[in-house]
């Protein structure tokens, strides 16, 4: 991906279908691999270097809040047992 200087250039359509896609299948492997990275290492290689560094964190930031999600609405999350007293 070729980015101005500052880093701040719009990436394409095929550039945002590429990330996306390397996301995709990154994800998917995760997923595959009950979620063991080390699995996956060729796979966020390629994420890494199809997408731009700010959507990197927003997508590992984003996976993270649906797998809690999916744990919360499934009845499996349980809050740690050192929570405040109110």
């Known amino acids: 991906?070729?980015?101005s200087p500052l880093g701040m250039a719009a990436p394409s359509m095929k550039e945002?279908?590429?990330c996306w896609g390397a996301r995709d299948e990154y994800w998917k492997c995760l997923d595959e691999n009950t979620e063991d990275a080390s699995q996956c290492k060729k796979l966020r290689s390629s994420f890494e270097s199809?997408?731009?560094q700010q959507w990197i964190k927003y997508f590992d930031k984003?996976?993270?809040y649906l797998k809690?999600?999916?744990?919360?609405?499934a009845g499996e999350f349980q809050p740690p047992k050192t929570a405040a007293k109110s």
């Open 62 to 64: 984003r996976r993270d």
């Open 68 to 73: 809690f999600k999916e744990k919360f609405e």
């Open 50 to 52: 199809s997408c731009p």
């Open 1 to 3: 991906m070729v980015l």
């Open 16 to 18: 945002r279908q590429a």
